[in-house]
């Protein structure tokens, strides 16, 4: 039962123009929601979270958007840029507890 | 560098037999999970420790077990290994336990299973 949802397996962007990618799940108790990104051989580094009771976090060129009547938040990267070329990860926590539930991954390419 | 360490990187070894991941958390951490990815699946949490106790338990086998140390290095041991273990099992830490706090991973242990 996957309770983090990542539809998209991968995504192609031009450098400058904006990413999105997004992320559904299926449980409402979940409280806080992560996303990390995670290059070959090494392991995922957070990037931005968003609590619950927002609807939007902005960090730099990174913005975190949640709608809980969709269960649906999504990742906004404005302007990408070939770096970000990595596997994005969502993560969500149940309450009064920090272990991450995952989804499958979106794998993002950004090109020249 | 996440302050997370991880060993070692790769480990090769044969059907039926136990290994030992060891981690060793960012400085202060008290919390310790850990987490198994398998090919082109997510990140699935096994389990986590909090200043020495187990705090939550995910999908972890029954031939799988954790313990913290004192010290709050981690080891994870996987016994009588099938080759469907063969994955990549992370460690991460975060200061606390309670909610609403990221958690910093390691490099990983790629497991190989023949």
């Known amino acids: 039962d996957q309770q983090v949802k990542q539809n998209s397996p991968s995504l192609s962007v031009q450098e400058g123009r904006i990413s999105i990618l997004n992320c559904d799940y299926t449980?409402?108790?979940?409280?806080?929601f992560l996303w990390y990104k995670k290059y070959p051989a090494e392991g995922p580094t957070f990037l931005i979270s968003?609590?619950?009771?927002?609807d939007k976090n902005e960090d730099g060129r990174f913005t975190v958007f949640l709608n809980k009547s969709a269960k649906h938040l999504s990742l906004h990267i404005v302007p990408s840029q070939p770096g970000d070329s990595a596997v994005y990860f969502c993560?969500?926590?149940?309450?009064?507890?920090?272990?991450?539930?995952f989804g499958t991954g979106t794998r993002l390419q950004v090109f020249p | 560098d996440s302050g997370v360490t991880q060993t070692p990187k790769h480990l090769i070894t044969a059907t039926g037999q136990r290994v030992t991941l060891r981690c060793s958390p960012r400085?202060?951490?008290?919390?310790v999970y850990w987490y198994q990815q398998s090919l082109d699946q997510g990140l699935q949490f096994l389990i986590q420790?909090?200043?020495?106790?187990?705090?939550a338990k995910g999908n972890i086998l029954e031939r799988f077990s954790a313990q913290q140390f004192p010290d709050l290095h981690s080891e994870l041991n996987l016994s009588s290994l099938e080759l469907g273990d063969s994955a990549l099992y992370f460690c991460?830490?975060?200061?606390?336990?309670?909610?609403?706090?990221?958690?910093?991973f390691g490099q990983g242990t790629r497991l190989t299973v023949v």
């Open positions: 993560a969500a926590t149940p309450p009064v507890t920090d272990k991450l539930i």
């Open positions: 968003i609590s619950s009771i927002k």
């Open positions: 991460a830490s975060s200061a606390s336990s309670g909610g609403h706090t990221e958690a910093f």
């Open positions: 420790y909090y200043n020495g106790e187990e705090r």
């Open positions: 400085s202060g951490d008290l919390s």
């Open positions: 449980n409402s108790m979940f409280d806080y």
